[in-house]
């Protein structure tokens, strides 16, 4: 069983569409979160939840609106896509408390905005 | 603002040698540092955890240390084989922040 997984694995899409991105774990954990990795490879935190609060929310666009309906779950929303929004977005969660806890990754979602 | 620096450059070795990879970071001394591995196409993967009270860290083939002196973190896979091929990050959680920062990764291709 996959530990975090992610949907879409791809998505490819016009500039001004929104779309979503769904995150489930089943590690139990309580924290999870939103990074995305450029082009340049760098992977920047975009949100964190902690039992479904949010807790980081690193000056993201407003058009982008994570959702946690639970704390097995965080999805990604974003509003009126542009070019700049193409990255592979990576969900991960960890154990809560400590900021040297390990995370696990899903596999990503590879956004392409046309 | 805190600064991770890995090399940008791919590290190319012949297998059964071994690589050291390095990871430099400025501004903030961290209590933790921590090392993962990212194939392509996946999600990085959690390898290593080193406090900072702790010169050395070994898991199986990996060391990695930690200079808090020099603000370094070399990761060392020794008998490499070409099944390490991958990018390894290094990442840290600046004091008094809640988040892990990475670094841009290296590139290690081991040759057959």
């Known amino acids: 069983d996959t530990a975090v997984s992610q949907t879409p694995k791809y998505l490819v899409t016009q500039m001004g569409n929104d779309k979503s991105i769904k995150c489930e774990q089943n590690l139990g954990h309580d924290t999870m979160y939103w990074y995305k990795q450029d082009s340049k490879k760098f992977l920047k935190i975009m949100f964190s939840y902690n039992n479904k609060e949010l807790i980081i929310n690193e000056t993201v666009p407003n058009r982008f609106s994570p959702k946690s309906p639970d704390k097995a779950h965080l999805n990604l929303h974003i509003n009126s896509l542009e070019l700049g929004d193409s990255a592979v977005y990576f969900c991960a969660s960890s154990r809560p408390g400590a900021t040297n806890e390990k995370l696990f990754f899903g596999s990503g979602t590879q956004l392409s905005v046309l | 603002s805190q600064k991770i620096e890995q090399n940008s450059e791919a590290l190319n070795i012949q297998e059964g040698k071994t690589a050291t990879l390095t990871c430099n970071y400025t501004n903030y001394s961290p209590a933790y540092l921590q090392w993962y591995r990212q194939d392509p196409g996946r999600g990085p993967v959690f390898l290593l955890l080193?406090?900072?009270?702790?010169k050395e860290k070994r898991k199986e083939r990996l060391k990695v240390t930690f200079d808090t002196t020099l603000k370094q973190s070399l990761f060392h896979i020794t008998a490499s084989q070409p099944a390490d091929s991958a990018t390894y990050l290094c990442?840290?959680?600046?004091?008094?922040?809640?988040?892990?920062?990475f670094g841009a990764g290296t590139r290690l291709a081991v040759h057959p």
């Open positions: 080193i406090r900072e009270n702790e």
């Open positions: 990442a840290l959680t600046p004091p008094g922040y809640n988040k892990l920062i």
